[in-house]
Nanobody, 121 residues
Framework: QVQLVESGGGLVQAGGSLRLSCAAS?????MAWFRQAPGKEREFLAI????????YYADSVKGRFTISRDNAKNTVYLQMNSLKPEDTAVYYC?????????????????WGQGTQVTVSS
């Protein structure tokens, strides 16, 4: 498995921005961000391909969140703008996408420990 370490979470007011980082050790392949709010299932947000850098976003964050990566640093980022209280969740980085739906967490082989994002109203 690939080791993933997220950082950048915190407390922000509604309308504000945060940038999350996820540093990977080893061959991470395609990498993605998910989030999980209390009492809810883990939700897919965005994925970026290792080769070419193409991206795909869930409708819930399209236009507000941007995923990017620095292959030289083996790091993926999630820039989050126009944050809303409903964005409050633990945000997880994932890697080693296997196959199948991006929306299914079981299709990813490695996970970080998560970083808390809290958006106050």
């Amino acid at each position: 498995q690939v080791q993933l370490v997220e950082s950048g979470g915190g407390l922000v007011q509604a309308g504000g921005s945060l940038r999350l980082s996820c540093a990977a050790s080893g061959r991470a392949g395609n990498m993605a961000w998910f989030r999980q709010a209390p009492g809810k299932e883990r939700e897919f947000l965005a994925i970026i391909r290792w080769s070419g850098g193409s991206t795909y976003y869930a409708d819930s964050v399209k236009g507000r969140f941007t995923i990017s990566r620095d292959n030289a640093k083996n790091t993926v980022y999630l820039q989050m703008n126009s944050l809303k209280p409903e964005d409050t969740a633990v945000y997880y980085c994932s890697a080693q996408y296997l196959s199948g739906s991006y929306y299914n967490p079981s299709n990813f082989g490695s996970w970080g420990q998560g970083t808390q994002v809290t958006v106050s109203s």
